[in-house]
């Protein structure tokens, strides 16, 4: 059986935070955002280390969450009712901190979403024999 890093091709970074971009424009059109730790989980796939797996799930989560955003700005007044929710507890003029409060839960999400990610495949990775050598490779 082969094992998971068999299977998917370590891509490197950046590619890797492209698809992550991706997967999570697509996915936070479900609505609901425990599915940006799949995402996470999905972009950690092409990539071989931690850092590198929380990297690629925060900064490709963040970036989706961020493009959202601004198209929120740009066509339907996002920041009009940022502001208006944060006027209610007397910060007026501050609705860009709500949006990148929110951008940063959601980078968190991807990345520790990236992490498990990593964890569960090193751990399956381990647990999947290696393949003997036929008669055949030997001679």
């Given at each position: 059986m082969k094992k998971i890093d068999?299977?998917?091709?370590?891509?490197?970074v950046i590619p890797a935070m492209i698809i992550t971009v991706a997967?999570?424009?697509?996915?936070?059109?479900?609505?609901?955002?425990?599915?940006?730790?799949?995402a996470g989980v999905l972009?950690?796939?092409?990539?071989?280390?931690?850092?590198?797996a929380?990297?690629?799930?925060?900064v490709g989560v963040f970036v989706a969450?961020?493009?959202l955003f601004i198209y929120l700005a740009l066509t339907a007044q996002a920041l009009v009712i940022a502001d208006?929710?944060?006027?209610i507890l007397g910060l007026s003029g501050l609705g860009w901190l709500v949006i990148l409060i929110s951008c940063l839960i959601g980078g968190l999400?991807?990345?520790f979403g990236g992490l498990l990610g990593r964890s569960i495949v090193e751990?399956?990775?381990?647990?999947i024999p290696t393949e003997a050598p036929t008669t055949s490779e030997i001679s």
């Open positions: 068999e299977i998917f091709p370590e891509l490197g997967i999570g424009a697509a996915l936070q059109l479900s609505g609901a955002w425990i599915t940006m730790l799949m972009g950690s796939l092409f990539v071989r280390r931690h850092k590198m929380f990297l690629v799930g925060f969450w961020l493009v208006f929710f944060l006027g999400l991807g990345g751990l399956v990775d381990e647990l």
